[in-house]
C-alpha cells in the first residue's frame, strides 16, 4: 500500500538558516511519482517540483534542493538561507500509476514550517 | 489565464441537504482530483478522473459522488452531508502523469461546515 510520512509536524528556524524537511514513503511499485507542494498561509496549492522513480538525479532551483535517495525511500526537501517567505506548510505526495494508468495520489500530513526574523 | 475555480468558496450547510461543488478548468487536463484537507491529515484524496467518463475511489470515498460529463468540469456532490464532511475541499487538474510535464493546478479552495 502506498503511504507517505512526513515524520516533523512542525519546524521554526531563523531566517538565513538552512532547513531540511523529510518525507519517506512506501510502495511497491517500481514505477511512481512523487511531489512536494507548498500552501502559503494565504492557503492555495502552490507545485514545486515532480520526480519520477526512474530519475534519481537530485535537483536544485534556487534556494530549493531536493534528495531523492530510492535506497532510503526519502525525497528531502532542503532551504537553503531560508526567508520568512519560506513560511508554510509543505506537502510531499506520492503515486505509483505509472505511465499508462491514472492511480491515487496520497499526501503527507505536511510540514509547517516558520521562519523566524 | 490558466485556472481551476471552485464554487462556492465557502458553503455552510446542515446534515441531509444534497449539495455540489463545482470546479471547472480550462487547460484541457485529462486528470482531474478532489481533495479534502483536514488539521493534521494533509491533504486526502476523495475521487479522481483521468479523462470523461472515467473516474475512481481515492483514499476516502465513502459520502461522496463525482462525475465526468465533460472534459472541463468535474462536479463533487455529497448526497447527503454529514458533520464529518466538514472541511477544506480542494479540486485538481493536469496532464496524464504519462506525459513530460504533470504540474497539478490547484482551485482555491471550498470550505465547506455541515451542521
Known amino acids: 500500500a502506498q503511504k507517505v510520512t512526513q515524520a516533523q509536524t512542525e519546524i521554526s528556524v531563523v531566517e538565513k538558516e538552512d532547513v531540511t524537511l523529510d518525507c519517506v514513503y512506501e510502495?511497491?511499485?517500481?514505477?511512481?511519482?512523487l511531489f512536494w507542494y507548498k500552501q502559503p498561509p494565504s492557503g492555495e496549492l502552490v507545485f514545486l517540483i515532480r520526480?519520477?522513480?526512474?530519475?534519481?538525479q537530485n535537483e536544485i532551483s534556487g534556494r530549493y534542493s531536493w534528495n531523492f535517495q530510492k535506497s532510503t525511500s526519502s525525497f528531502n526537501f532542503t532551504i537553503t538561507a531560508s526567508q520568512v517567505v519560506d513560511s508554510a506548510v509543505y506537502f510531499c505526495a506520492l503515486s505509483d500509476g505509472g505511465y499508462s494508468s491514472a492511480s491515487k495520489i496520497i499526501f503527507g500530513s505536511g510540514t509547517r514550517l516558520s521562519i523566524r526574523p | 489565464e490558466a485556472q481551476v475555480t471552485q464554487n462556492p468558496r465557502y458553503l455552510i450547510t446542515v446534515t441531509g441537504k444534497k449539495l455540489t461543488v463545482t470546479c471547472s478548468q480550462n487547460m484541457n487536463h485529462e486528470y482531474m482530483s478532489w481533495y479534502r484537507q483536514d488539521p493534521g491529515l494533509g491533504l486526502r484524496q476523495i475521487y479522481y478522473s483521468m479523462n470523461v467518463e472515467a473516474t475512481d475511489k481515492g483514499d476516502v470515498p465513502e459520502g461522496y459522488k463525482v462525475s465526468r460529463k465533460e472534459k472541463r468540469n468535474f462536479p463533487l456532490i455529497l448526497e447527503s452531508p454529514s458533520p464529518n464532511q466538514t472541511s477544506l475541499y480542494f479540486c485538481?487538474?493536469?496532464?496524464?502523469?504519462?506525459?513530460?510535464?504533470?504540474?497539478?493546478?490547484f482551485g482555491p479552495g471550498t470550505r465547506l461546515t455541515v451542521l
Open positions: 510502495t511497491r511499485d517500481t514505477t511512481y511519482y
Open positions: 485538481a487538474s493536469s496532464t496524464f502523469f504519462g506525459s513530460s510535464y504533470n504540474e497539478q493546478f
Open positions: 520526480r519520477n522513480s526512474f530519475d534519481e
